[in-house]
């Protein structure tokens, strides 16, 4: 049975079972077409099957599909998440049966929200990839709040402010002494690729601002991760001097953390 924690991403994938990561494009096409000019698979190529639909995933609907598209916002709750799961499991997953902790925004990371992405993950799956079937079965799956559960990777105690920077969603996570503080914590349902404009140092302005309005102080120690961490450091640390990236990959940093809440619900 396998333990492993998934962050089904806008921009990208990643799944830990404690040894190694996997991370891999989430966009997916439905547009599934009979190719002509085949290479061999790449690491991340995939083409899958599932309750009777087709498509490209991963790398590979970059390239093939004219209709790739990864569904972003402040919710998990939807079939392209549960997609970017099963082929997670199926690929990078040891055995078929699996425990697994998964990643929601912090402002949709209610009891009704888990709920809904419990009763659609957790179960028997059939699909398809790359021509391979297998029967998965998923039997305990848990939901941890986005950004501010990175932040059991940083160091120290007292008040500790987390800045989850994805492409959907910019995570505002605050833990006093290691325990989760909901009232300093909150989402901005915005992201690197869901914003017209192009302009860092404007979206920087932005979120810095967003936490000062929010009660956050500019000496507090605030700590960046996600896709668009590195990006926007030099930008927030004009609002926040104390900001620096999380000690670990900024961009595996949640995945590294479900992962920790994993072996402590799982053993």
């Keep these: 049975m396998g333990i492993v924690a998934i962050d089904a991403g806008g921009h990208s994938t990643k799944i ?36 009777g639909q087709r498509g490209f995933a991963g790398t590979l609907a970059l390239y093939e599909s004219e209709c790739a598209e990864s569904r972003k916002g402040d919710s998990k709750a939807h079939p392209d998440a549960l997609l970017r799961i ?120 932005q979120i810095s601002l967003r936490a000062l309005s929010s009660g956050w102080k500019d000496s507090d120690a605030v700590f960046l991760c996600g896709g668009g961490a590195g990006v926007m450091l030099e930008v927030v640390r004009g609002y926040f001097p104390n900001a620096q990236l999380i000690s670990v990959e900024p961009v595996t940093a949640n995945v590294r953390a479900f992962h920790m809440i994993a072996r402590k619900l799982y053993g």
């Excluded at 039997?139 to 941890?144: D, H, N, P, S």
Aim: with cysteine.
């Design 16 to 51: 830990y079972d404690g040894q190694k990561i996997h991370r891999f494009s989430s966009a997916i096409g439905y547009d599934w077409r009979e190719r002509n000019l085949k290479q061999q698979q790449g690491e991340y190529d995939f083409e899958w099957e599932y309750k």
């Design 86 to 205: 099963l082929i997670a499991l199926h690929q990078f997953g040891e055995g078929i049966e699996h425990k697994i902790v998964v990643g929601q925004p912090i402002k949709t990371h209610t009891k009704d929200e888990k709920e809904l992405i419990k009763g659609m993950v957790i179960g028997r799956h059939e699909l398809t990839v790359n021509g391979q079937r297998k029967h998965l079965l998923i039997t305990r799956c848990e939901v941890a709040a986005e950004g501010v559960t990175a932040g059991l990777l940083a160091p120290g105690i007292g008040t500790v402010r987390v800045i989850d920077i994805g492409s959907g969603t910019v995570n505002f996570g605050t833990l006093i002494d290691r325990r989760f503080n909901d009232k300093g914590s909150f989402t901005l349902s915005s992201g690197v690729e869901t914003i017209r404009s192009t302009d860092s140092q404007a979206f920087g302005r």
